[in-house]
């Protein structure tokens, strides 16, 4: 046998999140039980007394007393726009008088406003910010998070904004998935002759010289696009994503979030790994997304925060679809939070408790092409997070407030007492070479 890295015991309940999304029982609840992990994976689950036979707490590294606790996985948010600089907190309060997001953006505010602030940031600012927002996520239960670039709209910030990504990755236990968003809005750029870069240019200046440069820096997984109005049509937005499919990344399509432009038959179209947003996706476009196996990402935190109509999840799970949920956290959508996310998901969405833990681990996974991740099972990595409340039902029962008491990352402690840093430090690792801060101001 490996190393016995943890043992977490006497839990009240391990949700596994591997039960069928159809039948009764989709968190896959085992009671009384323990988890045993060996070199970083999951060893074990079964109950406490058969795994603590084979495995004995008292030669693992990290032995957890989960007595009255929940278990579950960590959560995967596989939709967010974490990497930023700027506050738009001003803009909540815009919102809230009744400015719209289309009309802010349309001002040069929102999107433009972000990019501004990130277009002059240095990297180690970008870093650092980054970082922080992990810090959040990681202390809310989350693992794993995809996070976009689109906050550049020129080929130097772009891979700028990969770059702090990727060692972001390197310095965080949260994994970091990069995605690539040069597509996230027409830029309010002039061309050499003056004149105003529109849609069509600036998809060109994507296909052309972003995808290539991106290909080239080798980072970015994914290839995403703001199909909608007011950002790129459904032609603009396939021309993208095939550009970059010739790149190697995998489409991904922000699709019906502000109005209903096909950005869902367009996702089932070219294969993409998910379609995202769908608040005015119809029958028709949730039969695409299953009949292609596109996962459907749903962001209830947006819809909140816009005040619009949220996404009808329930009738999407129903009718068979692996729908994920996930956070959406962007200036415009501030919440880190997947047990905020999963609290909407339930009330607004018609999701159960159970629907949502699979939405927010199991399902965001296969959104990121991660199967590994997002459920607790032998051979999966031990991403785990421990609640202080006896089930995964506290997490939306308990909306706005983190019931999350120990976090461990591939078996090791990340969160709480089982943590051996310093109180008030985050589980950041050290850099491990002098480049950092390099391109700082
Ligand atoms: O997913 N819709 C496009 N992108 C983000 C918002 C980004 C922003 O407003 O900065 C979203 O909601
Ligand atoms: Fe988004």
Redesign the pocket.
């Known amino acids: 046998m490996g190393d016995l890295t943890a043992v977490v015991r006497d839990a009240a309940e391990v949700a596994t999140a591997t039960g069928d999304l159809r039948g009764d029982d989709p968190a896959g609840v085992v009671e009384d039980a323990a988890v045993a992990v060996v070199d970083g994976g999951i060893a074990a689950v079964g109950p406490t007394e058969e795994v603590t036979r084979e495995y004995p707490p008292e030669n693992a590294t990290h032995a957890v007393e989960a007595r009255g606790r929940a278990v579950i996985p960590g959560y995967v948010d596989s939709?967010t726009?974490a990497c930023f600089a700027g506050d738009r907190s001003d803009e909540f309060e815009a919102k809230l008088q009744g400015t719209t997001?289309g009309e802010l953006l349309a001002a040069g505010g929102?999107?433009h406003r972000?990019v501004r602030a990130t277009r002059a940031a240095s990297d180690g600012e970008l870093l650092d910010n980054l970082l922080d927002q992990l810090d959040v996520m990681v202390a809310h239960g989350t693992t794993t998070v995809e996070v976009k670039s689109g906050?550049g709209l020129d080929t130097e910030t772009e891979l700028r904004m990969l770059d702090v990504i990727d060692r972001a990755d390197d310095r965080h236990p949260v994994d970091v998935v990069p995605t690539f968003m040069g597509a996230?809005a027409v830029p309010r750029d002039y061309d050499g002759d003056g004149d105003a870069v529109d849609a069509d240019d600036y998809v060109d200046r994507v296909a052309s010289e972003q995808l290539p440069a991106v290909a080239d820096q080798g980072i970015a997984e994914f290839c995403d696009v703001?199909c909608?109005e007011g950002?790129f049509t459904v032609e603009q937005s396939r021309r993208v994503l095939e550009a970059g499919r010739e790149h190697g990344l995998t489409p991904k399509v922000?699709a019906e979030?502000l109005a209903h432009r096909g950005g869902t038959k367009l996702a089932a179209e070219v294969g993409a790994a998910s379609a995202?947003?769908l608040l005015h996706a119809t029958d028709e476009d949730v039969q695409a997304l299953i009949d292609t196996d596109v996962t459907p990402v749903l962001?209830p935190g947006?819809a909140f925060g816009l005040g619009a109509d949220y996404a009808d999840g329930r009738a999407m799970v129903d009718a068979g679809a692996p729908v994920a949920v996930a956070t959406?956290f962007?200036?415009?959508?501030h919440s880190q939070s997947m047990a905020f996310a999963s609290a909407l998901a339930c009330v607004e969405m018609g999701l159960t408790p159970a629907e949502a833990l699979v939405a927010g681990t199991r399902n965001g996974a296969r959104a990121l092409d991660r199967e590994a991740l997002g459920t607790i099972r032998e051979g999966a990595s031990a991403d785990l997070v421990v609640l202080d409340a006896p089930s995964h039902v506290h997490v939306p029962y308990s909306y706005g407030i983190n019931r999350v008491a120990t976090v461990l990352k591939a078996g090791r402690p990340v969160v709480g007492p089982e943590w051996t840093g310093e109180p008030g430090d985050s589980p950041r690792d050290e850099p491990d070479d002098e480049s950092e801060g390099e391109n700082d101001e």
Not at 330 to 333: A, E, L
């Open positions: 939709h726009h997001y929102g999107i972000t906050y996230h703001f909608d950002a922000h979030e995202d947003h962001l947006t959406d962007n200036p415009n959508c």
